[in-house]
């Protein structure tokens, strides 16, 4: 698993989206979440997918070929605090696109900063993803930074918010520093892609 990784290409624009007949895991969820290096640690790597330079810039969305079987698909973040509501849009606009325009995405991983409450565009991306059919599973990311009880108070208000999530099913926590929840998330993909 995980044997031989591939970077395929970035895209900026609709006519760019991949179309290698692979099914693709996407990785989204606000600017600084911790996409790129979720990545990274899934395939034990420390630079392969980029991790962000300039926070909030417009960037590519990112294709990673792995063991010529799946591809893991880093999207754009949004909602920097500086990002401007035009900028929102063009976001909202390009990931509305992917979704629309895929056919090969089998699963989302939603990202989620376990220190803050889902943000306005954490809702709207949450929607588009229901709206597409498309099954996705919430990451409540950096758990490093909380201690036990306050763990808990997330998974309590994160369920309170989202009620359709189950820790374990399609809630899941992690961290880069600690990998804390990679082997779960692991054999999440290993079940998905490696297992006939
Ligand atoms: N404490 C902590 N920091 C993290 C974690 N994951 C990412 N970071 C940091 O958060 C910043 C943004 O990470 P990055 O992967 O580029 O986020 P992206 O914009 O969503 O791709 C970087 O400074 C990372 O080192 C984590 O699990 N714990
Ligand atoms: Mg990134």
């Not at 997918?49 to 960037?59: C, D, E, L, N, Q």
């Not at 992917?98 to 803050?116: C, E, G, K, M, W």
């Not at 709206?131 to 950096?142: A, G, H, T």
């Amino acid at each position: 698993m995980f044997k031989k990784l591939e970077f395929l290409r970035s895209a900026y624009t609709v006519n760019q989206f991949d179309k290698t007949d692979l099914p693709e895991v996407i990785f989204c969820g606000r600017s600084n979440v911790g996409k790129s290096s979720l990545i990274n640690t899934l395939l034990n790597r420390k630079k392969f997918a980029k991790i962000s330079s300039t926070p909030g810039k417009t960037r590519s969305i990112n294709y990673y070929l792995i063991d010529e079987q799946f591809k893991l698909v880093d999207l754009p973040g949004y909602g920097y605090a500086k990002t401007s509501i035009a900028e929102r849009e063009k976001w909202a606009k390009l990931v509305q696109d992917y979704l629309s325009n895929s056919d090969f995405v089998d699963l989302a991983f939603h990202l989620i900063d376990s220190r803050h409450k889902p943000t306005e565009l954490d809702d709207k991306l949450n929607l588009l993803l229901k709206s597409s059919s498309i099954s996705y599973i919430v990451i409540l990311n950096k758990v490093d930074k909380l201690n036990q009880s306050q763990l808990a108070e997330t998974k309590r208000r994160i369920v309170k918010h989202y009620p359709e999530l189950k820790f374990g099913e399609n809630l899941f926590v992690f961290s880069s520093i600690t990998k804390n929840g990679r082997k779960e998330l692991m054999s999440l993909l290993n079940k998905l892609f490696y297992s006939s």
